[in-house]
């Protein structure tokens, strides 16, 4: 296994330590009726992403997110896991990667966790993340992951969730 590996820890606010981008996503784009908003901001001096909205699952909607391409890929073979330094407001989020194999929206692995409001370690461990297609691998350990994103789903209920370092460990 590797060393810890930053993504982004907002020493560049915006921009991940790859120089990819965020970009802030809705599940209006398949037609449901969730709405939110993404900010650089810092929580008790704490630069962070905070993601805050209304996830509401009508329409068959249900998810607010912040996702950013990995470029290079990310060998998960190399990594236990991922790692956030996160704070929320006693809900739950998720952590959701996406890789070559998944060649529909839908298709991803998740990592479902619980926030308390105040800043804590979350360790999402590879052999923990599901599968959200019965077509894809069941291991996400041995393939390359493209992208990763921040999600506040499936459920209704406000979202607050403030993002202040991502990567791997």
Known sequence: MSLKLIIDNLENPGKTTQSQYWSFFTDGVMGGLSQGTAIVTSDNDMPCYKMTGKVTTENNGGFIQIRTNLNPNIDANNYEGIYLKVKGNNQNYSVHVRTPLGMAPWQY?????????NWIE?????NEFKRSSFYQPKNLSE??????GLVAGFNDFYADICLSEIGFY
């Open 143 to 148: 393939q390359q992951i493209t992208t990763i």
């Open 109 to 117: 692995y998740s990592y479902s966790f619980y926030l308390e409001e």
């Open 122 to 126: 979350i360790k999402a461990p590879f």
